[in-house]
């Protein structure tokens, strides 16, 4: 996935929400949201789309020919006997082209550190995938600490290797604003997103796209500056509302 400063992009991870049959039809009507806004395919905005690990088949058939990259929720930090875990190359089989590591979620339920996140980096790079990286504070507090956590966690996450950047996708979530009723509030994530590029800036990733995720839903785009994009949960679970984002994101163009 090649990025550009100009491109917007537009997710959603249906997490373990929606069964088998209703992940069908919801993929379904989202291709249908892709397919009416042909716009998308000049890669003014890339939508991503990350089911659950079963749909992957499936969703690769649905979307294929589409805009849309297919994504991933997890994946191994390494090859070998993992009962119970996917590959990252297993998943580039199946037509992935992102994976998404160091959610909130994983390191809280699972015990997931900075070490296991930083290995499922390095799988994801050796597979050919970007690493749609999930970063944010535990706590309210201002900006700059909000970036000073981040800028760490992205940090140990590239173990320090700051090349190959451009197969990284960093997703915002403040860990206090996700599951919540209302995003953060719009201000504070431009803040927290400008102090974060310009603390990258001498790692010479300043213009990594930083996305926003936390409760995301139709409306935040908009008041947004110099984030690159949406990453969205429970409110996109109806596809119209997933189309709602595109249509904001192609009118920021």
């Given at each position: 996935?090649?990025?550009?400063?100009?491109?917007?992009?537009?997710g959603?991870?249906?997490?373990m929400?929606?069964?088998y049959?209703?992940?069908?039809?919801?993929?379904?009507?989202?291709?249908?949201?892709l397919?009416?806004?042909?716009a998308?395919?000049?890669?003014?905005?890339?939508?991503?789309?990350?089911?659950?690990?079963?749909?992957?088949?499936?969703a690769?058939?649905i979307?294929?020919?589409?805009?849309?990259?297919?994504?991933?929720?997890?994946?191994?930090?390494?090859?070998?006997?993992?009962t119970?875990?996917?590959?990252?190359?297993?998943?580039?089989?199946?037509?992935?082209?992102?994976?998404?590591?160091?959610?909130?979620?994983r390191?809280?339920?699972?015990?997931?550190?900075?070490?296991?996140?930083?290995?499922?980096?390095?799988?994801s790079?050796?597979?050919?995938?970007?690493?749609?990286?999930?970063?944010?504070?535990?706590?309210?507090?201002?900006?700059?600490?909000?970036?000073?956590?981040?800028?760490?966690?992205?940090?140990?996450?590239?173990?320090?290797?700051?090349?190959?950047?451009?197969?990284?996708?960093?997703?915002?979530?403040?860990?206090?604003?996700?599951?919540?009723?209302?995003?953060?509030?719009?201000?504070?994530?431009?803040?927290?997103?400008?102090?974060i590029g310009?603390?990258?800036?001498?790692?010479?990733?300043?213009e990594?796209?930083?996305?926003y995720?936390?409760?995301?839903?139709?409306?935040?785009?908009?008041q947004?500056?110099?984030?690159?994009?949406?990453?969205?949960?429970?409110?996109?679970?109806?596809?119209?509302?997933f189309?709602?984002?595109l249509?904001?994101?192609?009118a920021?163009?």
């Amino acid at each position: 996935m090649t990025h550009t400063g100009s491109t917007t992009y537009v997710g959603v991870s249906t997490k373990m929400y929606l069964g088998y049959r209703d992940s069908l039809r919801w993929l379904e009507e989202v291709r249908a949201e892709l397919d009416a806004r042909p716009a998308r395919a000049a890669g003014r905005v890339v939508p991503f789309i990350v089911p659950s690990f079963p749909v992957l088949p499936a969703a690769a058939e649905i979307m294929s020919g589409s805009a849309a990259v297919l994504g991933a929720q997890n994946c191994s930090p390494a090859p070998g006997p993992w009962t119970g875990e996917i590959s990252a190359a297993m998943l580039a089989e199946l037509g992935v082209g992102m994976v998404e590591l160091g959610h909130a979620e994983r390191r809280r339920h699972f015990g997931e550190d900075d070490g296991v996140v930083a290995a499922k980096v390095a799988q994801s790079r050796s597979a050919g995938l970007t690493a749609l990286l999930c970063v944010g504070e535990e706590r309210r507090g201002t900006a700059s600490e909000a970036a000073e956590h981040v800028v760490g966690q992205l940090e140990a996450a590239l173990s320090g290797n700051w090349d190959g950047i451009e197969r990284t996708l960093v997703a915002y979530e403040p860990v206090w604003a996700i599951g919540a009723a209302e995003p953060a509030n719009a201000g504070y994530v431009t803040a927290v997103v400008r102090e974060i590029g310009r603390r990258l800036e001498p790692h010479g990733a300043g213009e990594l796209p930083i996305i926003y995720g936390g409760s995301a839903k139709p409306g935040l785009l908009p008041q947004l500056n110099g984030v690159s994009g949406l990453f969205l949960g429970r409110f996109a679970h109806e596809a119209a509302n997933f189309g709602r984002v595109l249509d904001e994101a192609l009118a920021r163009q």
